[in-house]
């Protein structure tokens, strides 16, 4: 990662205690709240804003298969990110806002209008196109290793992270109902978000790593190797 050491300064210099996948949202928040209120008041307070203005945003979204609000997951990537001691005040603001234009009707203008050109441009690297014609996600892809700045790339692997999760928990909840679509998506985290890692610290190696490790034995017979 080459920012300047400054930009890649972690915002918590001690290991942080955090829900576990099944957790319920009030344990998300809850945590979260107390992760931010460590943070300098600036800080605290933009975070803050950020979440309001994601939730205003994401509305009454769930997560697939589920009843959970979709910020629980915007709080999970961002404290995923604190977990590596890579998250810096931008960082986590992008996480937090990273789906808002993706899956809102919210615009990359107002982002950047409402927390800065260096947020706006995170949250730009991990809006896929729209509409998406035949090889554009590939593509995307392509250009998200190729030429993404590594805080962008960390962003994403922290968000794939998060989802393999999230579907680990999904499939054990539910069995066959959306086994054959987590399948798929592990495959396609492979070529996706995988080729991302080798660049990245090894607290986010090892997190994807683990993650697709701990799902493949529920959607394929074969487990999981790196290759």
């Known amino acids: 990662m080459d920012e300047a050491a400054d930009a890649l300064a972690p915002v918590l210099p001690v290991p942080i205690a955090w829900p576990a996948v099944f957790d319920t949202p009030s344990a998300v928040e809850r945590a979260w709240t107390d992760f931010v209120a460590t943070l300098p008041h600036p800080e605290m307070i933009s975070l803050r804003q950020a979440l309001a203005f994601a939730r205003a945003r994401h509305g009454d979204q769930t997560r697939r298969g589920g009843s959970a609000p979709y910020w629980v997951h915007l709080l999970r990537v961002g404290m995923e990110l604190a977990t590596w001691s890579v998250a810096t005040p931008t960082l986590l603001k992008a996480a937090v806002l990273h789906d808002v234009v993706e899956d809102t009707p919210t615009t990359i203008?107002?982002?950047?209008?409402?927390?800065?050109?260096?947020?706006?441009?995170?949250?730009?690297?991990?809006?896929?196109?729209?509409?998406?014609?035949?090889?554009?996600?590939?593509?995307?892809?392509?250009?998200?290793?190729?030429d993404a700045p590594p805080r962008a790339q960390i962003l994403k692997i922290a968000d794939r992270v998060d989802n393999l999760r999230s579907i680990q928990a999904l499939?054990?909840?539910?069995?066959?109902?959306?086994?054959?679509?987590?399948?798929?998506?592990?495959?396609?985290?492979?070529w996706q978000v995988l080729p991302l890692a080798s660049a990245a610290p090894s607290p986010a190696r090892v997190a994807l790593v683990t993650a697709m490790a701990d799902l493949a034995p529920l959607v394929a017979s074969g487990g999981f190797t790196e290759r």
Do not use: N, S
């Open 109 to 146: 203008e107002e982002v950047a209008a409402g927390f800065g050109g260096e947020v706006a441009e995170l949250v730009d690297w991990l809006t896929l196109p729209d509409p998406a014609p035949e090889g554009a996600v590939r593509r995307y892809y392509e250009r998200l290793l190729r």
């Open 171 to 190: 499939v054990m909840r539910t069995g066959e109902r959306h086994r054959d679509w987590a399948r798929g998506y592990l495959e396609r985290t492979r």
